[in-house]
């Protein structure tokens, strides 16, 4: 069965783009496009997609409206945020709004359709130049681990290693193929992790990883 996609930009050639790659593969779908935040929005209600791909600025409703309401609403599509992120302060929204993947417009076409599949698994992704802008900006910390780093007395060694590569940016499946273990053991630590770490969600523990200094903003 094929992931069902509905595409949301504004740019017509960014579309396309994306349907012409998306098209050539026999598990993935584009069933929808939209132009503007609400008409992501009823897409989505109305074709059921799996994975929403969209765009922060568009006229009208933005991403990041269209992204709150489709995640906060009765359909369980996924939406992977597509943005140019440096000139782009609006991503921090979309992380609040409940998007489950952040990606650069700028990253090589197959990749994208690579995040889709990841987001349709019921997996997140953060890209390791989104986590490092993360680190920096969202979080509000200096560019470089304090000396006195954070200590994490409750976080066993395995699950240390577990943070310190999603702090990194890796998905459940790259933790999976990294360490050896199968996604859903993956997926087990993730869930200790938030609950040791009084976390709320994948983000917090990006910043959690780079307060104890497993992590730092300009890379591993």
Do not use: C, H, W
């Not at 050639?13 to 008409?39: F, H, K, Q, Y």
Request: hydrophobic share 50%.
């Amino acid at each position: 069965m094929s992931v069902r996609v509905v595409l949301a930009d504004d740019q017509p050639l960014v579309r396309a783009a994306l349907n012409m790659v998306i098209t050539g593969t026999p598990d993935v779908e584009v069933v929808g496009e939209a132009g503007t935040g609400a008409e992501a929005v009823r897409l989505t209600a109305e074709l059921r997609p799996d994975v929403v791909v969209m765009d922060i600025r568009m006229p009208g409703m933005d991403g990041i409206e269209a992204t709150s309401l489709i995640t906060g609403g009765p359909t369980t599509a996924q939406v992977v945020v597509l943005t140019t992120f440096d000139d782009d302060e609006y991503v921090y929204g979309a992380l609040r709004a409940g998007a489950s993947g952040f990606l650069v417009k700028d990253m090589a076409l197959d990749g994208i359709l690579a995040a889709i599949r990841v987001v349709a698994a019921g997996d997140a992704l953060i890209s390791p130049s989104v986590t490092r802008r993360l680190i920096r900006d969202f979080a509000g910390i200096p560019a470089a681990p304090s000396a006195a780093a954070k200590p994490l007395p409750a976080v066993t060694e395995r699950e240390r290693e577990v943070l310190t590569l999603v702090g990194s940016g890796l998905s459940n499946t790259e933790i999976a193929e990294r360490l050896n273990i199968s996604v859903a053991t993956a997926k087990t630590y993730l869930s200790r992790l938030l609950a040791k770490l009084d976390a709320r969600d994948r983000v917090r523990l990006v910043i959690i990883a780079y307060e104890a200094g497993l992590v730092s903003a300009t890379g591993r």
